[in-house]
């Protein structure tokens, strides 16, 4: 088991920036690549960000490219998202996941752990 919790998210004016954490316990956090995704009002969940186990190689949604910027800790066993130059779309509870199997990175599919969530919420 790996239990994953975020912190960090909070009320943001448009521009400005944020890092989200999500801190793992449990199994070898080193062992799993990770994720974050995001749902907003009446949206679905979507993919934002990956890390692979070594923090050598990410992948982002197109939306948040050049934006946010995904790493992690293997030693604090943590995950980080940092957020700039924020819009009110990106508005959403932030949720982290871990996999220990690859492919479909963007999708929910090879993840399974998850955290709860943290709110975001970016004022126009």
């Known amino acids: 088991q790996v239990q994953l919790v975020e912190s960090g998210g909070g009320l943001v004016q448009a521009g400005g920036s944020l890092r989200l954490s999500c801190a793992a316990s449990?199994?070898?956090?080193?062992?799993?690549?990770m994720a974050w995704f995001r749902q907003g009002p009446g949206k679905e969940r979507e993919f934002v960000a990956y890390?692979?186990?070594?923090?050598?190689?990410?992948a982002y949604a197109d939306s948040v490219k050049g934006r946010f910027t995904v790493s992690r800790d293997n030693v604090k066993n943590t995950l980080y998202l940092q957020m700039n130059s924020l819009k009110a779309e990106d508005t959403a509870v932030y949720v982290c996941?871990?996999?220990?199997?690859?492919?479909?990175?963007?999708?929910?599919?090879?993840?399974?752990?998850w955290g709860q969530g943290t709110q975001v919420t970016v004022s126009s």
């Open positions: 996941a871990a996999a220990s199997t690859q492919g479909l990175i963007s999708t929910p599919l090879p993840y399974e752990y």
């Open positions: 890390i692979t186990q070594s923090g050598g190689g990410s």
């Open positions: 449990g199994r070898t956090f080193s062992r799993y690549a």
